[in-house]
């Protein structure tokens, strides 16, 4: 029976192979098959054409054949796992040789041991690459000199351009953005890294390497410019995972450069998701909280002073000082935030809005200023805007100053720039589509003045205004009785009263609190302006410098609210006026008005 069922089966097959053949012959297909049956089968995993008789197909070789296979795939993965973790680990633990490449700014040199002062530095470790980091000794005193910070931002350029160029091919990543400004060098250590491979010395922990009792107090009294007895500060035990400090220590002796770096800082650090310090040690106004109430502080320890670096701006903890602008707030940054779909002013929206997020968290002044400024805006209300008038700020700035447009440059703008821009301001808004003017809102409407010259608040021009605050003033010469000779004195020597009349000139500032005697005053003419500034200041001169810049954040506070703003750009203080009015109101609608030549906004200048 068996022999008949195969030759049945058979029989079919050759059926069904024929009727698919592509050759009619039936010799052929009879060939074919034939030829089918001899050979073995094509595959091992492939059932057999003809069954095995009296037993079923063994498994044995299929189970030897997977074991194996399994054997041999799990060491295969064990390997490449090793393998793996070897390489981390060598790469993780590498040390670099103990040579290093400073830059002096002119030329590298290879030296065996660290310097002694802030510098960038490079490494080649065993396997030929070369890395570079900033080294900041720990015991330097903090902050450092703002020179000392544009001077890591140069040379940091330097060494990582002379890098890139020894290895041939570009350092930069960059990541999607249009100008380069978060372009990353592929050549750079951060600090943190930098210690962790033993390029340089770890830094010692928090309580030691700021000598202070608790990273808190540190925080509190330096950082972030607040009282140590504060108990709403409640600081986690980790170092923030990404920082940017603003260094409140400037060359310069105006207040206004100084707000405008801060609040762009703060903006900046908010979209980069860095928390934010303030460093108001060797600030020539004092503290922080002489002016402001302190801002929210952040929920995690400010990093150690020696990986705070200015550049590269892609650093882990970023600092930033008015040194540093040109590195942070420069080209590449106005060229990234810019929108080039737009034109003219409408291209720095963006820009804008960094420094507004800065305002509308940084600017709430300390009392007792706050309390005046609260009622000052109060009775400014009920006087004009509850009689539908018209509140038209004008912000004059004098001293050493001077204005953009040409053919003021050697002088300052007309009084009658400023009122007559103001007045037409208030003819606009107190007419009537059909011509005729509304006495109410006329009488109504009121012109508010700040200046840093007291003399402009007694020009005939402006004659019809009211001053901005009348909290703290700034005198002139007029303003005190003549000084006398004492009677009998034998020396001719005569102490004479000095004032602001002119407006504000740094050689001013930087004298003020020093002894009032001709005499000393004489030394003092013969010291340069540089001597003056690096001269720690005098309880007496912080007092001063105290009650001048309150007394121009009040002027700030007051026109900053007005419904109009008349002022020159050239002033930083008139820039940070359309800032405080808003872009809708100040840009998009024309609330700012600047009368110093044809200047759209701009914001670090």
């Known amino acids: 029976m068996a022999p008949n069922i195969s030759t049945r089966r058979i029989s079919c097959s050759r059926s069904s192979i024929s009727s698919i053949s592509s050759t009619p012959s039936d010799s052929t297909s009879r060939h074919s098959f034939q030829a089918l049956l001899e050979s073995p089968p094509p595959s091992p995993g492939l059932p057999s054409l003809l069954p095995h008789h009296g037993k079923k197909p063994s498994s ?42 400073s830059y002096s700014g002119q030329v590298g040199k290879l030296v065996n041991v660290l310097p002694n002062e ?42 990582a351009a002379h890098l890139s160029e020894a290895a041939g091919h570009s350092r930069f990543h960059v990541q999607g953005d249009r100008s380069g400004y978060y372009r990353v060098d592929r050549n750079f250590l951060d ?12 830094t010692k922990p928090i309580s030691e390497s700021w000598g202070w009792k608790s990273a808190a107090e540190k925080v509190n009294n330096i950082y972030l410019g607040q009282d140590a007895d504060r108990k709403d500060v409640k600081i986690e035990d980790k170092v923030c995972e990404r920082s940017l400090t603003y260094v409140m220590e400037t060359a310069d002796a105006g207040f206004g450069n100084t707000i ?33 109430q302190p801002p929210t502080a952040p929920s995690c320890r400010p990093p150690p002073d020696n990986h705070r670096l200015p550049c590269p701006l892609h650093a882990r903890h970023l600092l930033v000082s008015s040194s540093t602008f040109a590195w942070t707030f420069g080209h590449d940054f106005n060229e990234n935030f810019k929108d080039t779909r737009k034109a003219g002013v409408l291209q720095q929206k963006d820009v804008f809005a960094l420094l507004r997020i800065g305002y509308e968290a940084l600017f709430h002044l300390a009392d007792p200023d706050a309390e005046y400024l609260e ?36 002088s300052y703008l007309p009084l009658a720039k400023y009122a007559d821009a103001a007045r037409s301001l208030i003819s606009e808004t107190s007419t009537a589509k059909n011509g005729s003017i509304d006495a109410a809102i006329s009488t109504a409407s009121k012109i508010v003045l700040a200046s840093d010259d007291p003399e402009v608040y007694t020009a005939p021009t402006f004659s019809s205004t009211v001053r901005a605050q009348e ?80 007394s121009y954040l009040l002027d700030l506070a007051v026109v900053g609210q007005a419904d109009r703003v008349v002022c020159g750009v050239s002033s930083v203080a008139c820039r940070l006026l359309a800032v405080m009015m808003g872009w809708e109101k100040g840009i998009v609608q024309g609330g700012w008005v600047n009368v110093d030549g044809g200047y759209e906004w701009v914001g670090i200048a």
């Open 260 to 292: 405008m770096g801060m609040w762009m800082a703060y903006g900046l650090a908010q979209k980069e998701q860095r928390s934010f310090f303030i460093d108001d040690r060797n600030w020539a106004y004092g503290r922080y909280t002489s002016f402001f």
């Open 191 to 202: 600090v943190q890294e930098a210690e962790e491979y033993g390029l340089i010395p770890e």
């Open 375 to 410: 009622k000052r805006r109060s009775d400014l209300d009920a006087k004009v805007r509850g009689n539908d008038g018209l509140l038209v700020g004008i912000h004059v700035r004098h001293g050493d100053r001077r204005p953009w447009e040409y053919q003021y440059q050697q």
């Open 471 to 550: 909290q703290i003033l700034l005198a002139s010469k007029a303003a005190f009785p003549p000084a006398r000779q004492p009677l009998g004195a034998i020396h001719k020597f005569v102490d004479e009263n000095t004032g602001w009349e002119g407006g504000f000139f740094k050689d001013v500032f930087w004298g003020l609190g020093t002894p009032s005697t001709a005499a000393t005053r004489l030394q003092a003419q013969s010291m340069s302006t540089e001597t003056l500034r690096d001269e720690p200041p005098s309880e007496l001169a912080l007092q001063l410098r105290g009650l001048l810049g309150r």
């Open 60 to 101: 044995h070789r299929f189970r030897y054949t997977s074991r194996h296979l399994k054997v041999v795939l799990g060491f295969l993965g064990l390997s490449i796992t090793a393998w793996l973790f070897l390489a981390f680990w060598s790469t993780s633990n590498a040390r670099f040789d103990v040579s290093y490449l």
């Open 118 to 159: 802030p510098m960038p530095v490079a490494v080649t470790d065993h396997r030929g690459r070369t890395k570079w980091t900033v080294y900041i000794p720990q015991d330097e005193d903090f902050p450092l000199q703002p020179s000392v910070y544009a001077s890591l931002c140069s040379q940091s350029e330097d060494l």
